[in-house]
């Protein structure tokens, strides 16, 4: 049997792409298989057995000593700059702590969205103009290959050079890892972020590409545009000839998003997303009741190290966030992914016949594999996007305060 990843496990691979960053042989590459997702491939040609990718990948890890998010603090925060809060995904503390690093010496990993292949893509940025990239949440996966390897060779080469690596908690777990593997002596801030799951890009690709047909080449993909009020969820697309935009209850994109049937397999059962992954700020949307009128975005960052609770200091003290409040974990979380994602079976058929591109037709077969109270709910959700913006938002509110 191969002592590298194709060994088997009861976990399934989350496409991080440590595995590839640490074989020194170059047998692993990274490639979109075919359900969609960012996975390696071994040249077993090429492979020596060391087991050095197996000792990176959390599959081979037991993650049932991951200790849980508990008695952290966890800060309602957002950008002091109006324009920053604006363009960001919540309250903008990912631009506003990428800032203070890069201004600090700090190189910045994050993900930014490439228009040539429509992908997302893991990138290292320095300087304060590459920071406008990484603005706004991709909720789609990112290829992490060619970043990983230029942050070894660079770590490798530069021991003094320090690092902000964010990502989503299984790439900061296979980032941590990567470089406890390696030796690597760089001061690094790990920040994950809270993790609904990555969809398939056998959704992303039709969707894209039936927009680009409307739209003209696109200019801007927001995935998160706060212009219809915050807590709706909107998607944005600007082309050369008009723009799309539209809620998520009725965009196909969104919709299998949020109805968990094309997310990669790991994001079913994932303990790093409901566990306390090796970061030391986790940051999220601060959804909920807390700051149920806040139309504008307010991030969630939880400290979850001495450092991290810091670094989120350091940017209070330097106003470059405003902390609007503090809480315990918990109350953040009640509004966060933190179960197991039930319905994996229908997640399978919904991906085998995404495979035929016709992403309207696999919406209405796996809709009507819901039960009828659900459809119900759906359709009922859907229609209330015909009202005008401040109707939506009271019955939002009203649903809330019920619940
Ligand atoms: C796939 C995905 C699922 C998410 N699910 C949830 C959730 O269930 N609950 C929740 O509260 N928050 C979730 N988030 C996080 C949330 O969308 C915001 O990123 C977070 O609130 C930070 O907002 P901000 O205004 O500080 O970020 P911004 O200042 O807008 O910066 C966004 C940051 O996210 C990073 N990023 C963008 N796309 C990706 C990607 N595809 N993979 C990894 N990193 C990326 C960027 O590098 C940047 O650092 C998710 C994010 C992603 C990417
Ligand atoms: S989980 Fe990450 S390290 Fe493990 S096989 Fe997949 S890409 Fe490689
Ligand atoms: S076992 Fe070693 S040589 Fe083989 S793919 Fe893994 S890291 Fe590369
Ligand atoms: S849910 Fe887990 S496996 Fe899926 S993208 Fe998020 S952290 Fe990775």
Known sequence: MHKNVTYPSALACTGCGACSATCSVGAITLSINNEGFYSPSVDHTKCVECGACQRVCYKYTDLSTLPTLGDQACYATCSSSAETHATTTSGGFAYELSKWGVESGYAVMGVIYDYAS???CTTIVDDIAGLEQLKGSKYIQSY????????????ISNPSQRFICIGTPCQIFGIRSLVEAKHLKNKILYVDLFCHGVPSYLVWDPYVKQQRERLGEIKSVNFRYKGNGWHQYSIRLVGERSTYCNYAYNDPFYRYFFDNVALNTSCYTCKLRQRRAPSDIRIGDFLGRAYEDREDGISAAVAVTPNGKNVIAELANNQRVNIVGEHTVEECLKSQSTDD???????????????????????RWYVKQFSLKHRIYLHLKSLTT?????????????RRAIR
């Open 118 to 120: 429509d992908t997302a």
């Open 144 to 155: 992490t290959e060619e970043a990983l390897h230029n942050f070894v060779k660079r770590a």
């Open 341 to 363: 994602y039930n319905g994996i079976d229908l997640r399978n058929s919904t991906i085998a016949r995404l495979t035929d591109g016709d992403i309207e037709a696999t919406k």
């Open 386 to 398: 015909l009202l005008p913006q401040r109707w939506i938002i009271a019955l939002r509110r009203a």
